[in-house]
């Protein structure tokens, strides 16, 4: 999926929400645990409910690896029914990989060949040789971690070098060398407020991916105060407080109205660029 | 294991070696393809005729993650079979996560409670509750990535902060706030050289997961006289140079006769403190 692709999606559903899928089996429903695919069953009706109101999925790989075979099993079933029922949803591999040159290109061959996702989470310490070879597929996307969420964000994203520059802020710099806004996206935490300014400054047209907002405590008005564009530019995630609001036999349903209410958010958001 | 523990297998196999199972299906010999599952198959073989020579094993998850559901399996079975078969090996599954707290919490999860796998290599930039849960299972260890083996090592973890301290050096040092030498340790490319000097005057007295040695190009005599403490300090790896040695039938022969020329060459180097 391209960025113009992104965008029209994002105008017609009236949403730039994504739904994270960090499925735990235990904390899911009970009664889904005499399912076949406890994993998968979770996932399925979450996805059915909350389609009309997102642009994108994005599961994290530890809640899928986390149960070993079993895990991959249902992330890939998962994958697939997305792609299956779904195909203008944008797919994330929430996987923060990064390593060196040829066991990065083992990770890309993973997410973008075998199972046709169409971005996923980098981690930028390692440098360029463990992000570009990610950025070999046409119409994948790398999203680069720049600024995120938690509170560890502030032990060494924020170092600032000898010129003034922080450590995020060189990532964003330095990592727009390699490859420009078509497909390369960035993870900044709707906990960083104000700093989406200063992200602007260095990525005025990329595409942030938002996680934060929700169980983390970031707020979507501040998040699209100071980050979005003109084509909009984020995709915010938002986990928990949609899969698990609800955790008795009608979590589908209730997964599927808070995914309502915050595309109704958006939708008031959006009318500043729409 | 324990840092004593390690310690004595080095004494007693006069090795500080790991084996880098970076096990590729379009690399191992043909034959093997006609087996029920070729990666184990290969992994079996490997061990059995390195493990005399070395004191740890390590599966790059990104090889086993490209094969999908097959990867793992084949991933859990050969950390099962060390485990059985050579129970004072120390497996490291090399795997640079590392996401906000409760994420990384599932990592963990993962790797010690799962697998009991005894270490993990975890990625530092999202700062301490991406690294602490990792911390929490006694017996386990972290090996944090400081300073890397990749040309891309340069790109950000050589940056200088405004107090003339360096990236890596900032991760050296932060992370021993969370944790001491008995549960952490960290990499450091043998590519890196001199640097091994810097890096112990931060961290005199950690064990240095080293890759880089063969077909990345770096020294074994120069990490040692630069890295290497009482203790020794070191488990050097090497994954292509010894794996892939022989791409024909004998490749498990001539694989244990490469990992015995660098046993001997860490037998020489251990003069200096046994």
């Not at 009706?45 to 997102?54: E, G, K, L, R, S």
């Not at 600024?147 to 330095?174: A, C, I, P």
């Not at 060398?177 to 602007?200: H, K, N, S």
């Amino acid at each position: 999926m391209n960025k113009q692709q992104l965008f029209e999606n994002i105008k017609r559903k009236k949403s730039f929400l994504c739904v994270g899928l960090d499925t735990d089996i235990k904390k899911i429903p009970e009664h889904l645990l005499k399912e076949e695919d406890p994993i998968f069953a979770f996932n399925k009706a979450i996805i059915d409910a909350t389609a009309p109101y997102c642009i994108a999925y994005k599961p994290n790989l530890a809640f899928y690896e986390s149960m070993g075979v079993k895990g991959w099993i249902a992330f890939e079933k998962t994958v697939q029914y997305i792609k299956t029922n779904y195909p203008n949803q944008f797919i994330i591999a929430d996987a923060k990989r990064g390593d060196i040159g040829n066991t990065s290109a083992m990770y890309a061959r993973t997410f973008f060949e075998e199972l046709d996702i169409d971005a996923v989470t980098v981690a930028p310490y390692m440098g360029e040789d463990s992000v570009t070879p990610f950025l070999t597929y046409k119409g994948k996307w790398v999203i680069l971690l720049a600024l995120t969420s938690n509170k560890g964000s502030h032990d060494f994203q924020l170092t600032t070098d000898e010129s003034g520059e922080r450590l995020f802020e060189k990532v964003l710099r330095k990592s727009q060398e390699w490859a420009d806004d078509e497909c390369m996206m960035y993870v900044v935490g709707a906990t960083q407020g104000r700093m989406f300014e200063d992200i602007r400054k260095i990525a005025p047209d990329h595409f942030l991916l938002v996680p934060g907002i929700g169980a983390q405590g970031g707020s979507l008005e501040e998040v699209c105060q100071y980050g979005m564009t003109r084509e909009c530019g984020l995709i915010v995630n938002s986990s928990r407080a949609i899969i698990y609001a609800d955790k008795g036999e009608t979590f589908a349903k209730t997964a599927g109205e808070e995914a309502l209410k915050v595309q109704r958010q958006m939708e008031e958001q959006l009318k500043a660029i729409l």
